[in-house]
């Protein structure tokens, strides 16, 4: 019998086998609930319609469940997701926790580190090197670029 992954004490919806499972529709839910930390970054509720292939040699089966993603990070339909699921009652949970690209606690340390990264490399340049995207023809920044004698650049 595979373990016990998850679920409440009566055993109803008990998650009994991980798995995988292909989006097949996600939307911001009509029940939207939004969370906002106290850094202002917010995750709010999608309702996702799964292909769901338990392991383990059950049917796969299709389901819905709700999950929280960042409204600026969330998966496309056809992306494959980890998953627990209980064929027997046909339900499933999203799995997250090992997920780089929609666990708001991986993603955005991750974030945190490659900002933190680039300002270090900025803070460590010598004087005189050019900002980050700046270019010799004034792109970049979208602020007008100005030559020494006053003309526009570029």
């Known amino acids: 019998m595979a373990p016990d992954l998850g679920g409440d004490v009566l055993g109803f919806h008990r998650m009994t ?3 995988k499972a292909k989006v097949v529709a996600i939307e911001l839910s009509a029940h939207g609930v939004s969370h906002t930390d106290a850094r202002g970054r917010s995750t709010s509720r999608f309702d996702v319609v799964l292909d769901v292939y338990p392991e383990g040699g059950a049917q796969p089966f299709r389901a819905e469940t709700h999950q929280q993603f960042s409204p600026l990070r969330f998966p496309d339909p056809g992306e494959e997701l980890a998953v627990r699921c209980n064929p027997e009652k046909q339900a499933v949970e999203i799995d997250l926790s090992n997920d780089a690209r929609y666990n708001p606690k991986i993603f955005r340390a991750e974030n945190d580190r490659q900002r933190q990264e680039e300002h270090d490399r900025i803070l460590e340049a010598p ?6 995207g700046d270019s010799p023809s ?3 920044s979208g602020v007008r670029k100005f030559g020494d004698d006053g003309e526009l650049l570029g």
Do not use: S
């Not at 004087?127 to 980050?132: D, I, K, R, S």
């Open 127 to 132: 004087p005189g090197t050019p900002p980050a």
């Open 17 to 19: 086998q991980a798995g």
């Open 138 to 140: 004034g792109g970049g």
